[in-house]
T-cell receptor, first 115, second 116 residues
Framework: AQTVTQSQPEMSVQEAETVTLSCTYDTSESDYYLFWYKQPPSRQMILVIRQEAYKQQNATENRFSVNFQKAAKSFSLKISDSQLGDAAMYFCAYEVMNRDDKIIFGKGTRLHILP | SAVISQKPSRDICQRGTSLTIQCQVDSQVTMMFWYRQQPGQSLTLIATANQGSEATYESGFVIDKFPISRPNLTFSTLTVSNMSPEDSSIYLC?????????????FGPGTRLLVL
């Protein structure tokens, strides 16, 4: 069964610093997608970044980038130049490609930004 | 993108009663999903609601407890029936192509439910 594990329930980072959130997953599939979603206190889930497993190049979106290690089944999120608005729950998620399976979410990491 | 609204945004209910949550999307979508997010936990899929067919429920969730309607391509409701304190959660609806397309899911703001 596919699982997504986020081993850090909470993290804190100083404003303007860089922080890395960890995510590992377990799957026997070779083609899949990985996502990081952000859920601020407003509860609105927002897609931060996504990665296709067949792509070797790590995805980047402005201050957000991932370190995708397919062999190690690791998908960490790096947030550079942290801002107060980055404070939120971050969920790692997995979806099998081209199959009508549900998306699997990790338990989340709550990120605090210290001014 | 899709803009999703949910009603109510929050409610406090008595044990044994039922609550119907509405989800409205600003565009026509095929796949709508209902999730439960228990306090401090991740999102758990309750069911997938496709227009014109019966909802598909995940393991551990049954239609009698969580009946779903999907009358058209922009609207769905989830009812939490015969509530108990264990049903206190945030309930979110989302839309997206699903089916392994790898596209983003768009989520509603959620309904925070407290059952006394």
């Amino acid at each position: 069964a596919q699982t997504v594990t986020q081993s850090q329930p909470e993290m804190s980072v100083q404003e303007a610093e860089t922080v890395t959130l960890s995510c590992t997953y377990d799957t026997s599939e070779s083609d899949y997608y990985l996502f990081w979603y952000k859920q601020p206190p407003s509860r609105q889930m927002i897609l931060v970044i996504r990665q296709e497993a067949y792509k070797q190049q790590n995805a980047t979106e402005n201050r957000f980038s991932v370190n995708f290690q397919k062999a190690a089944k690791s998908f960490s999120l790096k947030i550079s130049d942290s801002q107060l608005g980055d404070a939120a729950m971050y969920f790692c998620a997995y979806e099998v490609m081209n199959r009508d399976d549900k998306i699997i979410f990790g338990k989340g990491t709550r990120l605090h930004i210290l001014p | 993108s899709a803009v999703i609204s949910q009603k109510p945004s929050r409610d406090i209910c008595q044990r044994g009663t039922s609550l119907t949550i509405q989800c409205q999307v600003d565009s026509q979508v095929t796949m709508m999903f209902w999730y439960r997010q228990q306090p401090g936990q991740s999102l758990t899929l309750i069911a997938t609601a496709n227009q014109g067919s019966e909802a598909t429920y995940e393991s551990g969730f049954v239609i009698d407890k969580f009946p779903i309607s999907r009358p058209n391509l922009t609207f769905s409701t989830l009812t939490v029936s015969n509530m108990s304190p264990e049903d206190s959660s945030i309930y979110l609806c989302s839309v997206g192509p699903g089916q392994g397309a790898g596209e983003t899911q768009y989520f509603g703001p959620g309904t925070r439910l407290l059952v006394l």
